[in-house]
Nanobody, 123 residues
């Protein structure tokens, strides 16, 4: 099935930036996405990108502040997060799908997940 390994999380002050990376050792990928989950809340779609076309998709919380990109040669997807807010504090998960008809923003689409990386934004 392969695996996904996230990196780049950490603690930053409000208004700061972080870049998350996700290295994929999955053979076939159609879409890679980022989700996040804060304590006591449901997992939330952040962003996704199609592997071949590179088309980005964003959740409402990410629009205008986050940018998703991928490097096909490195099989890595990135999430550049700017203007971070305390409400962005969560564990961020990378996910990959190998072919699904589910919506790109639903977690059911993705069958491979990373372990997550903590992002903490202090006020």
């Amino acid at each position: 099935q392969g695996q996904l390994v996230e990196s780049g999380g950490g603690e930053v002050q409000a208004g700061g930036s972080l870049r998350l990376s996700c290295a994929a050792s999955v053979e076939t990928v159609y879409t890679m996405g980022w989700f996040r989950q804060a304590p006591g809340k449901e997992r939330e779609f952040v962003a996704a990108i199609t592997w071949i076309e590179g088309s980005p998709y964003y959740g409402d919380s990410a629009k205008g502040r986050f940018t998703i990109a991928r490097d096909n040669a490195k099989r890595t997807v990135y999430l550049q997060m700017n203007s971070l807010k305390p409400e962005d504090t969560a564990v961020y998960y990378c996910a990959a799908d190998r072919g699904s008809v589910e919506s790109i923003s639903t977690s059911k689409r993705y069958d491979t997940w990373g372990r997550g990386t903590q992002v903490t934004v202090s006020s």
